[in-house]
């Protein structure tokens, strides 16, 4: 079993930054996506960044230019730098992981974590 936990959020004011932080725990796995998703109030989920273990990274338009996503392998956690936050930055912010588990034969799964709320005040 593969548990991811974030940690990072809280309430910002807006063109403030914030730094969030997931990591995996678990044994014998592999990841090769971590990411982040948000939800805002009656919204749906939206991807904002993801990175994979080759640190290739993809981010949102919305995010794109004053967002960071990165990686520690070795810690098995994935950062996301916000900057210049807005009110539409406002969400829960969910981390999300893929890879492959398992001793004896490889099982590929995908975990999301508890989420963390961010919200920014204008």
């Known amino acids: 079993q593969v548990q991811l936990v974030e940690s990072g959020g809280g309430l910002v004011q807006a063109g403030g930054s914030l730094k969030l932080s997931c990591a995996a725990f678990?044994?014998?796995?592999?990841?090769?996506?971590m990411g982040w998703y948000r939800q805002a109030p009656g919204k749906q989920r939206e991807l904002v960044a993801t990175i994979t273990n080759d640190g290739d990274t993809k981010y949102s338009d919305s995010v794109k230019g004053r967002s960071t996503i990165s990686r520690d392998n070795a810690k098995n956690t994935v950062y996301l730098q916000m900057n210049v936050l807005n009110a539409e930055d406002t969400g829960v912010y969910y981390c999300?992981?893929?890879?492959?588990?398992?001793?004896?034969?490889?099982?590929?799964?995908?975990?999301w974590g508890q989420g963390t709320l961010v919200t920014v005040s204008s």
């Open positions: 999300n992981a893929e890879g492959d588990r398992g001793i004896w034969y490889r099982v590929s799964f995908e975990v």
């Open positions: 678990g044994s014998d796995f592999f990841i090769n996506v």
